[in-house]
């Protein structure tokens, strides 16, 4: 369980095609020293809003550290992982621990689908399908890109957040332009209630 409180700003080394037993999928490899700080094999690591396990690290010739992840043909469909490149900067967040502080609000890590930047930060407009827009309501929680952010003037398609400077500086939001698509996780507990109250409706 994250926070969609960003931690560091990793940069993608390489990103392989993979092929295993359990199908196809692709190796990622990412710089970073912050997350990896108390975490070993089999840690979990959000990346871009998306959880995934930590199965090999280690230090470059360079002193800079890494850490790898193997990303599976599912997560693959479901959020942007496949499109990052060598290069590419992604947030990065290690798990909450019981007893800290929740800075932003409940993020799983399951990403639900991906929207597209309509307007960037800091007047950040992104746009969803509107199956998606149900889950969100006027100034509740929304996870984009692993951030936790607030939604406000919701469409029938778009819903807007406001972009302070530090979070635009410290998060990949500050380069995320018109057209980029981003991950979003919605709400779990609207998902939640959605689920439960389906069998009583009429």
């Known amino acids: 369980m994250f926070t969609g409180i960003v931690e560091e700003l990793g940069t993608v080394v390489a990103s392989t095609p993979v092929s295993t037993e359990w199908g196809d999928g692709v190796r990622l490899t990412i710089a970073a020293s912050t997350v990896l700080e108390g975490s070993g094999l089999g840690a979990s690591i959000a990346v871009n809003g998306c959880c995934l396990t930590l199965v090999e ?21 479901r ?10 900067r992604v947030n990065l967040e290690r798990p909450m621990a ?3 502080r929740l800075g932003g609000h409940i993020v799983l890590g399951h990403v639900d689908t991906t929207g597209t930047v309509v307007s960037p930060a800091p007047d950040l407009v992104v746009r969803l399908e509107a199956a998606h827009l149900r889950y969100l309501v006027e100034k509740g929680s929304v996870t984009v890109d692993g951030i ?3 939604a406000f003037d919701l469409t029938d398609d778009t819903f807007r957040v406001a972009v302070i400077p530090h979070t635009a500086e410290v998060t990949t939001l500050g380069v995320r332009g018109p057209g980029s698509v981003v991950n979003i996780e919605l709400d779990v507990l609207a998902k939640h209630i959605e689920r439960l109250v389906a069998p009583y409706r009429p």
């Open 148 to 150: 936790s952010l607030t």
């Open 57 to 77: 690290q280690g230090t470059a010739d360079d002193g800079t550290t890494w850490w790898s992840t193997d990303v599976s043909g599912e997560t693959l469909a």
């Open 98 to 100: 019981l007893g800290d």
């Open 79 to 88: 959020t942007t992982t496949g499109r990052l490149q060598p290069g590419d």
